[in-house]
């Protein structure tokens, strides 16, 4: 990890019951968490509100897609204020269930971010190769490319946290290795140096996502340039959430 303040975030995905959440609320809410570290957990949007009126505020609360603009009549969407006003403070943008199975494109996640950084959330924008393209040699060339369509939209970067996460690692059980992160996450930083600005490089923190857990966590948050985690399934256990927060230390 560098010198930012460590971020790790809980991706819920399309999982859980109230029941099970309320548990997975409780377990989160005992469970000793390091305090200079932001954590986040993104719940389905129908278990917000339970988790915001029940989880410990030192957890923020995400939303795992935004609608690209001020909401309306748009079925099925999730608007930005709707998120602000239930008390979200984040939402996962561009992740890779989203581009590859609901096919959203780099533009129009792009717009997403905008828009919602521009109503005051903070944006964990997801990048990632799949297999096929890092057998080709192609990995930085698709994480440049997904990079630049956020950075092509967002006026500030105050509020974005990259998320690198290579498809073929998200859940699979097969985690990159700490030095296959460390030089996606040091070619990302070099290209924010070169594309948008110095400080920018230096101040965003650049994450990690695909399998992480609570065994491979500390090994990975050893690297300079991995600043913190997005994680799946493991965050589905309090326990072992706590594991991987706690991994920095
Ligand atoms: C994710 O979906 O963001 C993720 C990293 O999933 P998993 O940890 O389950 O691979």
Redesign the pocket.
Known sequence: AGSGKFFV?G?W?CNGTKDSIAKLVSDLNSASLEADVDVVVSPPFVYIDQVKSSLTDLIEISGQNSWVGKGGAFTGEISVEQLKDIGCKWV?LG???RRHVIGEKDEFIGKKAAYALSEGLGVIA?IGEKLEEREAGKTFDVCFEQLKAFADAVPSWEKVVV?Y?PVW?????K?ASPQQAQEVHVAVRDWLKKNVSEEVASKTRIIY?????GGNCAELAKEEDIDG???????LKGPEFATIVNSVT
């Open positions: 975030g991706n995905k996962i992740h890779s269930e997801c998320a996460e690692a998200i859940g699979t059980g985690v996502g695909g399998s992480v857990n985690f997005l994680v799946g399934g493991a965050s």
